[in-house]
């Protein structure tokens, strides 16, 4: 009898390579994976001593995952490349974790927590909105929100190119109508910029404190913290 243990081949893939099990099924349906030299299937289980790779290269295996709270601050961006002259996020981390994958990005004016992991599953359950993970802003904006204005963007939502933008608005004071703490679900492109600008707002300052269940807490402007997920 055959006691080795084994896993699901999509399973395996995403654990080591950082990707979704979905991503992983789909390197497997275009017969990108091999199992020891033979091409790996949909559904098929692999074991500790079955050589698996994707598109010619042998997966490395590793013991665990790794997860990083990093505050990025402004003029950085969320990229693996420089955009110009201005430099990256992986710019503030050490060697090796520039292999770790952003998890919700931030715009180059924008500064706060950023997360990066090597973990597909986590990061799809943290971006996609079915999960509903709340992220936290807090916004300056060039004049004061009318009250009409911020009824339509909590009550009734911006409709932009990209679909409608509804956000949950909070005064940061009791007489501050320019400075405003924003919840909101989902994460498009510049989705609270653009939201603002169709109303004629400008945001001067952008600064996330929250994403789902990590704050910033006391991490200062460019540092980082290893956070311990079970």
Partial sequence: MNDEKTERLNKYIAYHLGISRREADSYISKGAVSINGDTGQLGAR???????????????????????????????????????????????????FHDLKLVGRLDKDSSGIILLTDDGTFSHHMTHPSYHKTKTYLISLDRELE???????????????????????????????????????????????????ALGYTVVSLHRTQFGDYSLGDIKPGSWKELHIS
């Fill in 46 to 96: 692999v074991g500790e001593k079955d050589l698996v790779a994707v598109n010619g290269a042998t997966i490395i295996k590793k013991s665990s995952y790794t997860y990083i709270a990093l505050h990025k601050p402004i003029g950085y961006v969320c990229s693996r490349k420089p955009q110009g002259d201005n430099p990256t996020a992986y710019d503030l981390l050490p060697p090796e």
């Fill in 147 to 197: 009250p009409l204005h911020q009824q339509m963007i909590s009550d009734y939502g911006i409709q932009l190119d990209d679909g409608p933008s509804k956000l949950r608005l909070t005064r940061q004071g009791e007489s501050n109508r320019k400075e405003w703490i924003i919840e909101m679900h989902e994460g498009r492109n510049r989705q609270i910029r653009r939201t603002f600008a």
